[in-house]
């Protein structure tokens, strides 16, 4: 049994580690990437997280696994759940965060949030709108919502967003180092796009999911739209689509693209659907990818004719990590400016230097099978 003295210790000890606790979280005053001040007991223990899964591991390190006190895991799990096995095989602690819903399917729980006593409440943009008649309850609550926004794939926000994921979980020299990253690789590709001073290709991204019988989505300004004028094309699709949508194959064909982008998932439910990502081989990719080449009037195009079809990771937008896709996307647009690129090397590197697992797979490929231009 402790003696009265060594349990006085112990008491004593336990109490100024509390105190320590309790003196680290400060009230701090917080600009989301709406423009919205928000105060947050920083950095936060109890973390509810609505989007944005892999990019708050990054920035968070090895304690963000801990402070997650709730998340809405649905999109993840069911886009990319041979990436969610890796992590909880790691983190075996994921498994047991509390699920909340998802926002898509209208699932999202306000009380299951309220529930889990969270610090802050961080939410993707879209989320926060769609959200908009429910969140007074969290705000009444005392619980504080902070916004993030990697889906506009603008510098911006991806870089606002990052610090933001930073100071919440106490990390924000890390969060600075990947944002700064991520500025250098923006920088490189558009400030030797303005030296060559060369017309921009034209570039047609879709997102394969439906397979080649039927036109999916293409990007305007947003996301894919988004990021191919990060990387000096002309996206074909923006005077037709605004945000997301399907274009029509006539304005498709009309448009000739010199360059072709087909996005996709490792989790598809059609045998001819653009399917990339975790545990997918080249051999596999290569096979849908050539499907999308078939479709009526797609060979008398460039992009077709020049052998510039390409299969990208659509799990990888929407993040900091689309770093190695920008890279990507700029060499298949301007081949010989970025011959020294290596995008996959930087996509697998990310991992190496901020996440615990490692992807094997295929994340970007041509129709030479190669996932080099």
């Known amino acids: 049994m402790l003696s009265v003295k060594l349990l006085s210790k112990v008491v004593a000890a336990l109490s100024l580690m509390l105190l320590a606790g309790l003196a680290q979280a400060k009230p701090t005053e917080l600009v989301d990437v709406t ?153 490189t590709i558009q400030s030797r796009i303005a030296k060559a001073g060369q017309p921009k290709p034209r570039v047609y991204i879709e997102l394969g999911d439906k397979g080649p019988a039927e036109y999916s989505y293409t990007y305007g300004k947003d996301m894919w739209g988004a990021m191919a004028a990060l990387a000096g094309g002309d996206n074909i699709a923006a005077p037709f689509v605004d945000r997301w949508g399907p274009i029509h194959p006539e304005q498709l064909l009309a448009s000739k693209p010199q360059v072709i982008l087909m996005a996709g998932y490792e989790s598809v439910t059609s045998a001819v659907a653009m399917q990339v990502g975790q545990d997918i081989d080249a051999a596999n990719v290569l096979t849908r990818l050539k499907g999308f080449t078939q479709r009526p009037g797609w060979s008398d195009l460039p992009a077709v004719h020049d052998g510039r079809v390409y299969a990208v990771y659509h799990g990888a937008t929407r993040s900091i990590m689309d770093a190695a896709l920008l890279q990507f996307m700029a060499k298949a647009l301007y081949p010989a400016l970025f011959k020294d690129l290596d995008p996959k090397a930087t996509y697998l590197g990310f991992y190496q230097r901020y996440l615990p697992i490692r992807p094997h797979g295929t994340f970007m490929l041509g129709l030479n099978g190669s996932d080099q231009i």
Not at 49 to 74: K, P, Q
Not at 78 to 88: C, E, F, G, I, M
């Open 35 to 187: 423009g919205r001040k928000v105060t947050v007991d920083l950095p936060a223990k109890r973390i509810v997280l609505g989007f944005y899964i892999e990019d708050y591991f990054a920035v968070g390190g090895d304690a963000a696994y801990d402070r997650l006190a709730g998340m809405s895991r649905g999109w993840f799990v069911k886009s990319r759940p041979a990436t969610w096995d890796l992590y909880v095989a790691k983190k075996p602690q994921l498994a047991k965060v509390p699920d909340l819903g998802s926002v898509q399917d209208q699932s999202f729980s306000i009380e299951k949030t309220l529930a889990v006593r969270p610090d802050v409440v961080i939410l993707a943009d879209w989320q926060y709108k769609a959200l908009a008649p429910d969140l007074p309850r969290l705000e009444q609550a005392g619980i504080p919502i902070v916004v993030i926004d990697y889906n506009a794939q603008t510098l911006e926000r991806h870089l606002a967003s990052t610090r933001l994921l930073g100071e919440i979980t106490g990390q924000p020299a890390r969060a600075q180092q990947i944002a700064d990253d991520y500025q250098h690789v923006v920088d």
